[in-house]
């Protein structure tokens, strides 16, 4: 096994972290601003791209090459490994940023690759190597929601990626379809075929609400599915967000802020 090998733990419910255990001189990655505790024992350096023997081995030009792709993918250049340099076993935790679960993920049961969504990984076992999955067709990197690159996470040790709101996990046989929101894929195993299928008819289109497109998940392997993508979140909150002047957009309403009351929004 290449990977270091760590323990771990996941606490909470809407608001998860992850708390891995380190044996001495055990490593992890994780993306800049997911580090939430450690204990005194670990020490924290800040490294160019992921830190992978695959990475290591490519020469300056290639990690410049493989850390400029994570730039593609919304990460940042470098990555923040944490050592245990003590004689005993330390702990340190990473947090999820926004309501949702956090998915441990074995690479060695998914034949060493897992591919997600952009952004949605939080940390990994030293070894692991981060990188970009490239979309092969037009129409899916046009209207697939993740645009034409996804992360792909390589290597034989423990990853941990997060997704929003409730996780579902789905196992398609050979030849099953799963359709999709375009948004709502957290990530699936290597030897699933993503794309997009137009949903059809004029009223589905324009009154439909649910956009032009869904993904289309076709088996064998394993697929997981967020409820409450963070984008879809996002939006929620601008669009309830006070406007200029202050006022909310129900304040336009027959009751204005009478409603408020009414509901239980009461906002001085």
Do not use: W
């Not at 949605?120 to 999955?133: D, N, P, R, T, Y």
């Not at 324009?206 to 879809?232: C, D, N």
Request: proline share 3%.
């Amino acid at each position: 096994m290449q990977a270091h090998e760590i323990d771990y733990q996941i606490f909470g419910e809407e608001m998860q972290y992850v708390e891995i255990e380190l044996d001495p001189q055990e490593i992890v990655i994780a993306e800049a601003g997911s580090f939430m505790m450690m204990e005194n024992n670990i020490q924290m350096e800040t490294i160019f791209g992921d830190g992978s023997a695959q990475q290591s081995n490519s020469g300056l030009f290639g990690k410049l090459l493989n850390a400029g792709k994570r730039v593609l993918t919304g990460e940042s250049l470098f990555m923040t490994a944490f050592l245990n340099q003590g004689n005993t076993k330390s702990k340190v935790s990473f947090a999820s940023p926004y309501p949702g679960k956090i998915l441990p993920i074995d690479l060695t049961q998914f034949q060493g690759k897992f591919i997600c969504q952009k952004s949605s990984f939080l940390c990994a076992a030293k070894g692991v190597s981060v990188g970009i999955e490239f979309s092969q067709k037009l129409g899916r990197g046009l209207f697939g929601g993740e645009g034409f690159i996804m992360q792909k996470i390589e290597g034989d040790g423990m990853a941990f990626v997060h997704s929003g709101g409730t996780m579902a996990k789905k196992e398609l046989a050979h030849g099953e379809v799963l359709k999709v929101d375009t948004g709502c894929i957290i990530g699936f195993t290597k030897d699933v075929n993503y794309d997009i299928e137009f949903i059809g008819g004029i009223k589905n289109s324009i009154f439909g609400g649910e956009g032009l497109f869904y993904a289309t998940l076709h088996g064998p392997g394993t697929v997981y599915i967020q409820s409450l993508p963070f984008s879809r979140l996002a939006d929620r909150i601008i669009a309830s967000a006070p406007r200029s002047g202050g006022n909310s957009r129900e304040e336009g309403s027959l009751l204005g802020g009478l409603g408020n009351l009414l509901d239980g929004d009461n906002r001085f």
